[in-house]
């Protein structure tokens, strides 16, 4: 093994590689000096110990699930006291990416945000055939404190941008106020199971949401919202469904709300969804239901007024009633939504 008089570092097994079910390996470091590791930054797998002295330490590699049909790679990066460096690669086997959608719906609508890289390597913006951007000053709605830019780009800052295969919306300081992005679909649709798999931003005054509008809103609550995934910074990892119409909604205390505490919503991505159909209105997160609305078939716009297309939403709010019900803490600036897929599906 390395001597106590250098600092060269020696990492064992020489590969490794881990089952798509998620496992635990121990790798062995051996080296004649303290020594350190940093991530490449995924959040896939995490280490034992960060650090280690002279001689031969145990460093244990947890890896989750992996639910993707790619293989996916990780870079350790070995420095020792006396400034020897060493890098170690390590993978993951491809998975079995998890279907949720029930049985008998078929795929009509998609954005996998693949786009490549613009000339330069600039980041692509999301598809303007498919999404459109509200522009709107803070206090605009819920007394939420960002301003909403147009096209998702303020001056050199982008709000919301697609780089390696995931939309990013981002929270972030410019000048005096915070600007970010609030983008819908085209699109609407009555009834069907709508799903996006999500990573949420972490820190107090964040406000992301995946939600649903008529596509001929004219009065709120009246015409009907469906939110399919809201969560507040201060409230970190428990995620909820809704539903607001004229008979339920926040304001009044009678909204319809269904949550479920997901411990890494915020450092890895997780599969929410809403089933709505002419009977129900239904909320998941991996597949497991949260939250269940029955149309009470009075034909009461009051209660249902659910029987008409709505749109898709994607924002990331700052602040406000809810996000900044108990402060913000703008060292969590910038913060980042990442959405990797948004799918929408119909019965066939």
Not at 44 to 55: D, F, H, K, N, Q
Not at 122 to 141: D, F, H, S
Not at 290 to 309: L, R, S, Y
Request: aromatic content about 14%.
């Amino acid at each position: 093994m390395p001597s106590a008089n250098d600092g060269v570092i020696e990492v064992s097994p020489a590969d490794l590689e881990f089952m798509a079910a998620g496992e635990e390996k121990t790798l062995i470091i051996k080296s004649g000096s303290p020594w350190k590791v940093t991530t490449d930054g995924q959040t896939w797998y995490s280490l034992s110990v960060a650090s280690g002295y002279t001689g031969e330490t145990a460093v244990k590699i947890s890896a989750g699930r992996n639910n993707l049909d790619i293989e996916r790679a990780a870079l350790l990066s070995f420095t020792s006291g006396k400034g020897a460096k060493k890098e170690y690669r390590f993978k993951q086997m491809k998975g079995e990416p998890e279907n949720y959608v029930p049985e008998g719906y078929s795929l009509v609508w998609q954005d996998e945000f693949e786009e490549p890289r613009l000339s330069g390597g600039k980041p692509a913006l999301p598809n303007t055939t498919e999404w459109w951007y509200e522009v709107a000053a803070p206090g605009w709605v819920n007394n939420e404190l960002q301003r909403y830019v147009a096209d998702g780009v303020l001056g050199q800052d982008t709000c919301a941008m697609i780089s390696d295969g995931t939309l990013k919306i981002i929270a972030r300081k410019k000048g005096g106020e915070v600007v970010s992005a609030r983008i819908n679909t085209l699109k609407a649709w009555k009834y069907g199971y709508f799903e996006a798999r999500l990573k949420l931003p972490k820190g107090k005054g964040t406000w992301p949401a995946f939600w649903m509008m008529p596509k001929n809103s004219s009065v709120w609550p009246d015409d009907g919202e469906i939110d399919i995934m809201e969560e507040v910074g201060y409230r970190p990892n428990w995620v909820s469904s809704s539903i607001h119409c004229k008979a339920y909604y926040h304001s009044i205390g009678t909204q319809k709300t269904g949550e479920q505490y997901i411990p890494t919503a915020e450092s890895d991505f997780h599969v929410y969804a809403v089933e709505w159909t002419e009977d129900y209105i239904k909320g998941f997160v991996n597949g497991k239901c949260h939250f269940t609305f029955n149309n009470d078939k009075t034909g009461n716009k009051k209660t249902w007024p659910f029987n008409v297309p709505f749109y898709l939403k994607l924002n990331l709010a700052w602040g406000g009633d809810w996000g900044g019900a108990e402060g913000v803490d703008e060292a969590a600036l910038p913060a980042t939504y990442e959405i990797d897929y948004v799918r929408v599906f119909q019965k066939k």
